[in-house]
C-alpha cells in the first residue's frame, strides 16, 4: 500500500456542499504534509470510474467528500479491498456519519481523520431485488417512508424541503395498509398488514430520524422495525415519537434483530441510503465487518 492519500469528491453533491468540503479538507491535508492524489467526478456513474482508479493506485486511505448515497454507490469497491476510507461528510442525511461518530459539520475535523483516525470495521448491508444484489449502510425503507420518498424524488415542484412535505401529505391521503409477508432468518413467512418495515444497520436514515434505535453498525446484525396498520392521525402522532427514538414501547411497533428477512407485498418500493433499490420483494442481509472506516479516538462521540 502506498504513502499518498486519495481525496474521492462530486463537486455536485449536496447541492453544491460537496464541493466547498472537499476544497477545505485538501487544503487541510496538503498544509498537515499529505501526498494527495485528488478524484473529481461529476455524478454517480463518474464517481465508481475514478473510486477505481484511485483504489488501484493503493492508498493509504480514501477520503470520500459527500453524503451517504456518495459511499453506498461505491461500496462494492470498497468491500474487495483493505483501503481505510475517511469520510468528509457533505450529503442532506449523513446518517452514516452520525452512526459514528464523525465530525457532520467541520471538514476539517474529518479530513483530519485520514491522518489520525482509529480504524473501525463496520457491517454492510446488502438488498437482493430484480435480480440484482444492491450494498447499503443505513437502513432499508418498506412502505410508507419508501413511498414518500419515491413520491418526493417524482415531483418536479416545488423545490427543497416543501417538495417533501408536498409528497408527505400525498402519501398520507393514499394511505392504506400493505399486505406484508416477512420471512426472518429463513422460518416460515407471516402475512399481517402494515404501514412499513424498516431494516437497519444503523439507527437513523432521512437526517436523523432514529427508526432502528439500538442499531449498531458493528454487530453483524441487522434490526427489523414493523409499524402496524395506522390511521392517518395515529400515524402523524406517532411521529414525534419516531424523532425522539421512543416509538419502540409502542404496542403498534414491533422490533427484532436478524441476519436476514425477506418481505414482500403488493405494491412494495424498496429504498436504502436515499436510493430506489428495488420493488415487491426483496431479501436483505448483512456483510459483517465488511468496510474500515477511520473514526475519531473517542469512539461514538458526537461533533455538533
Not at 475517511?86 to 475535523?109: E, F, K, S
Not at 400515524?235 to 427484532?256: C, I, K, N, Q, Y
Not at 415487491?280 to 479516538?297: N, Q
Request: with cysteine.
Amino acid at each position: 500500500m502506498g504513502d499518498h492519500i486519495a481525496v474521492l469528491s462530486n463537486p455536485f453533491a449536496g447541492k453544491g456542499r460537496a464541493g466547498r468540503e472537499a476544497d477545505a479538507a485538501l487544503a487541510h491535508l496538503r498544509d498537515r504534509g499529505a501526498d494527495v492524489h485528488v478524484f473529481t467526478g461529476d455524478s454517480a456513474a463518474s464517481s465508481v470510474v475514478l473510486a477505481a482508479q484511485a483504489l488501484a493506485e493503493a492508498p493509504r486511505v480514501l477520503v470520500v467528500v459527500g453524503g451517504d448515497g456518495t459511499l453506498s454507490g461505491i461500496l462494492d469497491l470498497l468491500c474487495e479491498t483493505s483501503v481505510p476510507v475517511a469520510l468528509v461528510p457533505a450529503g442532506t442525511g449523513n446518517d452514516l456519519a452520525r452512526a459514528l461518530g464523525l465530525p457532520r459539520h467541520d471538514p476539517i475535523a474529518a479530513a483530519e481523520l485520514a491522518l489520525s483516525g482509529v480504524a473501525r470495521a463496520i457491517d454492510v448491508g446488502e438488498i437482493v431485488s430484480e435480480g440484482r444484489v444492491t450494498p447499503f449502510l443505513t437502513i432499508a425503507a418498506l412502505g410508507f417512508d419508501a413511498k414518500v420518498s419515491d413520491r418526493t424524488n417524482r415531483l418536479r415542484w416545488p423545490h427543497g424541503v416543501l417538495r417533501y412535505y408536498l409528497a408527505l401529505v400525498i402519501e398520507l391521503l393514499r394511505l392504506r395498509p400493505m399486505e406484508f409477508t416477512v420471512s426472518v432468518d429463513g422460518s416460515a413467512a407471516v402475512s399481517a398488514p402494515g404501514t412499513l418495515v424498516a431494516v437497519g444497520n444503523t439507527e437513523s436514515y432521512g437526517g436523523g430520524m432514529p427508526l432502528c434505535i439500538g442499531a449498531a453498525a458493528d454487530d453483524g446484525l441487522l434490526d427489523l422495525v414493523q409499524v402496524a396498520p395506522l390511521s392517518r392521525l395515529r400515524l402523524l402522532r406517532l411521529f414525534p415519537l419516531l424523532l425522539r427514538g421512543t416509538h419502540l414501547s409502542r404496542r403498534e411497533v414491533a422490533h427484532t434483530r436478524a441476519r436476514m428477512v425477506t418481505v414482500s407485498a403488493p405494491g412494495l418500493v424498496v429504498y436504502a441510503d436515499g436510493e430506489r433499490i428495488g420493488e415487491d420483494r426483496c431479501t436483505i442481509g448483512i456483510r459483517p465487518a465488511a468496510l474500515t472506516v477511520l473514526v475519531p479516538a473517542e469512539k461514538g462521540a458526537d461533533h455538533d
